[in-house]
């Protein structure tokens, strides 16, 4: 799997149900009012992707980072998944899910993309993998995706009802509830039988 | 120079304007009507990054019932969302409210991160007019303005024209302004911005890489209405172009 081939890399909101009820009490207060009724997604430009191996740079601004470990159904032709690739949606902590998240999540180098590709088929249910996510070694969270909001294929309908995804976007399933932090020098290695590993070590900008 | 991407008789050329027509690159000279217009920026190897500002002008976020942003309220959109000069935008059978939005875009020149303001004219390449359509019925208060109403196939047009940043000297003194069927619906100027040019360059460059064909769309000012079915509508920034687009 090549990074250059990636087109628009869409992440969603509040996939994982632990997280969405989690958010529960506070969804129809202000400023939310309301539970989402559609996907919320947001976008990871190209200047945020780095591939399994690389350093990923943490401004002096940025002392930790929350580590959404996922999975990005990566497309083939509109409607149509190529198959399934890791990634790591690096996020600066933020509370509020009010505003676009562009200052949290669009920061160089924040989506580690890589492993291998599995690609989709008959024999391939996304929502049977696991991951695991260690930080130096040291196992800190697992990540199933027997329990969305949206399972991939009712994710992926909902979606196409107001946009077209193509040959290379990708649309990432939704990260995990209690997600890790990291640090600048912390090695960040996720891993998933069929998928591979991405591994990518945190670096202070500049150093 | 004013340059534009069209597709005529099969194939994709570039071109650019003289005497009110569109000089191939093979060297024909044909009318704007017997082309399709694509948005006037040339494909880029990895995906474009497509920033867009909202209530960025005083006036707009009162009419929104927003009082003005401390720090820029920014969202992105997929190439999906562009669309080119003369083409038409759909809207939903079901919706009662969608709005154009004619904002001044900056098209990125090279490479920028941790840019000064004193700098920001540098990095750019030139400007272009885009119709920001948005779809109200589908507001949410969760990353808003969420891609649902902003990132629909097709529309955002962009266009007819890229225009050198040499030709426009000062992005932050431009009449903007809409026409629905002929009538103007909203004016305004650039000059009224809550955050320019040069800031948001500044700002963006602060914490990501901007790169060559990026896209910054600035924001819109105060006047937009509900746009139906059939409805003509032309966004124009002085010196820049007025960009048609019709409703489906």
């Known amino acids: 799997m090549s990074i250059g081939s990636l087109r628009t890399v869409y992440g969603v909101l509040l996939n994982s149900r632990a997280e969405f009820e989690a958010w529960a009490p506070k969804m129809s207060e202000t400023p939310y009012k309301a539970p989402p009724k559609a ?160 591994s990518n070590r945190l670096v202070a900008e500049g150093a | 120079m004013r340059s534009a991407r069209v597709i ?9 304007e003289r005497d009110g027509q569109l000089l191939l690159d093979d060297g024909r000279l044909v009318a704007a009507e017997a082309v399709t217009w694509l948005p006037p920026v040339a494909p880029t190897a990895q995906a474009r990054t497509i920033l867009a500002l909202g209530l960025n002008y005083a006036d707009h976020a009162k009419e929104l019932e927003f009082k003005a942003p401390e720090e820029p309220l920014v969202f992105l959109k997929g190439e999906n969302a562009l669309n080119g ?92 302004s809409t026409t629905v069927n002929g009538k103007i619906t909203q004016s305004g100027n650039t000059r009224d911005m809550i955050f320019d040019v040069p800031f948001l360059i500044e700002y963006f460059s602060s914490f990501m890489t901007l790169r060559p064909g990026d896209l910054i769309l600035t924001g819109t000012p105060d006047g937009v209405v509900d746009c139906r079915p059939g409805d003509v509508v032309v966004t124009e920034i002085e010196r820049v172009g007025a960009l048609m687009n019709t409703i489906g």
Not at chain 1, 139 to 152: E, S
Not at chain 1, 188 to 196: A, F, M, Y
């Open chain 1, 39 to 198: 996907p919320v997604l947001y976008i990871k430009p190209a200047n945020t992707w780095s591939a399994h191996g690389a350093d990923i740079p943490l401004p002096a601004s940025v002392p930790e980072v929350e580590i959404g470990a996922t999975i990005a159904m990566l497309m083939k032709a509109p409607g149509e998944v190529a198959g399934y690739l890791l990634m790591n949606d690096l996020s600066v902590p933020h509370a509020s899910y009010f505003r676009p998240p562009v200052r949290f999540k669009c920061l160089d180098g924040f989506l580690g993309v890589g492993g291998s590709l599995l690609a989709a088929g008959n024999a391939v249910d996304p929502s049977r993998l696991l991951l695991e996510v260690r930080i130096n070694g040291e196992l800190k969270q697992t990540v199933a995706f027997d329990q969305l909001v949206r399972p991939p294929r009712q994710l992926l309908a909902e979606v196409g009802e107001f946009m077209t995804l193509g040959a290379g976007d990708a649309l990432m399933l939704g990260v995990g509830a209690n997600r890790p932090r990291a640090r600048a020098g912390d090695h960040i290695e996720i891993e998933c039988e069929g998928l591979g590993t991405l």
């Open chain 2, 8 to 16: 005529y008789e099969g194939t994709v050329r570039a071109a650019t």
């Open chain 2, 85 to 176: 000069h003369r083409q038409v935008t759909r809207r939903p059978p079901d919706v009662k409210f969608m709005h154009y939005e004619c904002e001044l875009t900056v098209v990125i020149g090279k490479a920028a991160k941790k840019v000064k303001r004193s700098d920001a004219y540098d990095f750019i390449a030139g400007y272009t007019v885009a119709n920001d359509y948005a779809i109200r019925d589908y507001l949410e208060n969760w990353y808003r303005p969420n891609l649902r109403v902003k990132n629909r196939d097709g529309a955002t047009p962009l266009g007819p024209w890229l225009v050198d940043a040499a030709d426009i000297p000062d992005p932050m003194a431009l009449a903007l």
